[in-house]
């Protein structure tokens, strides 16, 4: 796609306001669901009704990282809901459109609009694992390394085989580490995980910086913010929960009463964000204000380095 188009873009900064010092690319989760799903498994850059729903979901995700970066996410034809239950080899045919789109949206970005600041890569869900995609194939690149500061992949599955097989992909193990991937998925127990979530997953605790199953209480939680729509409507609940790793299978575990509370809650919450009872779209909002803060860290860290 022309991603010179400003159309193609859900966010780009307004060139009038103050420049930041390092930018975000943020690519947003799957919200495209088609009656024709074994048709039409791609979503349309010329539905404005799906491209208002993905502007909405980057403006709620992706305020965390835009109070500190320049914020920059593209549309992509992205992948519909019908992939979770389609076949491994289907689904793999049917992502390289979706990739292509994000690493010809983040070639441009650099080419365009980078200027040459540091970055951080931002996602959720399908949007971390066409980010996953690009550090994989195009990372290897000292020069992108170099301009990393960090990748939220969040909601998506890492393994311990992808840091073996691609030596220049490292975990985070600090609050303020850089060229680092944090990823988590989040549960609570009884409730039923994603189909991605792959055997021999690694997860970070976004609470303590730990991989391991040392529980942090809620007390180091800053606050969830369970929904956001503008500045006028927000639903922020400071320490909501605390969460350890469960290392046996590689993701992130909440409070029972936390996901007992979100379980009873009023009907958006289990019709929109807890789909099948999963806790997936709440993944970023049960530890916002802590993301939000450790993004100022590392990016502060980063900038604190000595010039080569």
């Given at each position: 796609?022309?991603?010179?188009?400003?159309?193609?873009?859900?966010?780009?900064?307004?060139r009038?306001?103050?420049?930041?010092?390092?930018?975000?690319?943020?690519?947003?989760?799957?919200?495209?669901?088609?009656?024709?799903?074994?048709?039409?498994?791609?979503?349309?850059?010329?539905?404005?009704?799906?491209l208002?729903?993905?502007k909405?979901m980057?403006?709620?995700?992706?305020?965390?990282?835009?109070?500190?970066?320049?914020?920059?996410?593209?549309?992509?034809?992205?992948?519909?809901?019908?992939?979770?239950?389609?076949?491994?080899?289907?689904?793999?045919?049917?992502?390289?459109?979706?990739?292509?789109d994000?690493?010809?949206?983040?070639?441009?970005?650099?080419?365009?609009?980078?200027?040459?600041?540091?970055?951080?890569?931002?996602?959720?869900?399908?949007?971390?694992?066409?980010?996953l995609?690009?550090?994989?194939?195009?990372?290897?690149?000292?020069?992108?390394?170099?301009?990393?500061?960090?990748?939220?992949?969040i909601?998506?599955?890492?393994?311990?085989?992808?840091?073996?097989?691609?030596?220049?992909?490292?975990?985070?193990?600090?609050?303020?580490?850089?060229?680092?991937?944090?990823?988590?998925?989040?549960?609570?127990?009884?409730?039923?995980?994603?189909?991605?979530?792959?055997?021999?997953?690694l997860?970070?605790?976004?609470?303590?910086?730990?991989?391991?199953?040392?529980?942090?209480?809620?007390?180091?939680?800053?606050?969830?913010v369970?929904?956001?729509?503008?500045?006028?409507?927000?639903?922020?609940?400071?320490?909501?929960?605390?969460?350890?790793?469960?290392?046996?299978?590689?993701?992130?575990?909440?409070?029972?009463?936390?996901?007992?509370?979100?379980?009873?809650?009023?009907?958006?919450?289990?019709?929109?964000?807890?789909?099948?009872?999963?806790l997936?779209?709440?993944?970023?909002?049960?530890?916002?204000?802590?993301?939000?803060?450790?993004?100022?860290?590392?990016?502060?860290?980063?900038?604190?380095?000595?010039?080569?």
């Open positions: 796609m022309d991603y010179s188009k400003k159309s193609l873009w859900a966010f780009l900064p307004n009038k306001s103050e420049t930041k010092p390092v930018d975000v690319f943020y690519v947003y989760p799957t919200i495209y669901a088609h009656p024709f799903q074994k048709k039409r498994h791609h979503m349309s850059m010329r539905n404005p009704i799906y208002w729903v993905a909405g980057s403006a709620w995700q992706g305020q965390l990282f835009a109070r500190h970066c320049n914020f920059y996410a593209p549309h992509y034809r992205q992948l519909g809901t019908e992939s979770f239950k389609m076949p491994l080899p289907e689904v793999m045919r049917a992502e390289r459109m979706p990739y292509e994000v690493r010809d949206a983040f070639y441009y970005y650099l080419e365009h609009y980078n200027n040459g600041r540091p970055f951080i890569l931002a996602g959720h869900s399908q949007g971390s694992a066409m980010l995609q690009l550090m994989r194939r195009e990372f290897s690149d000292p020069r992108l390394q170099k301009k990393l500061v960090a990748a939220y992949l909601g998506f599955s890492l393994t311990r085989r992808d840091f073996k097989r691609y030596p220049h992909l490292r975990l985070a193990g600090a609050a303020d580490d850089t060229g680092v991937i944090i990823s988590y998925n989040t549960t609570a127990h009884g409730l039923p995980l994603m189909r991605f979530i792959r055997p021999d997953s997860c970070v605790n976004p609470l303590n910086w730990r991989h391991d199953s040392v529980y942090a209480d809620k007390s180091k939680n800053d606050g969830a369970l929904f956001q729509f503008g500045k006028r409507f927000k639903y922020e609940v400071p320490h909501y929960t605390g969460a350890y790793v469960d290392e046996a299978r590689g993701v992130l575990m909440i409070d029972d009463d936390a996901a007992y509370e979100l379980y009873k809650a009023r009907w958006f919450f289990k019709k929109f964000l807890m789909n099948r009872g999963s997936h779209m709440l993944d970023i909002a049960l530890f916002y204000k802590n993301l939000e803060r450790n993004v100022g860290e590392r990016i502060a860290a980063y900038l604190s380095r000595p010039s080569e």
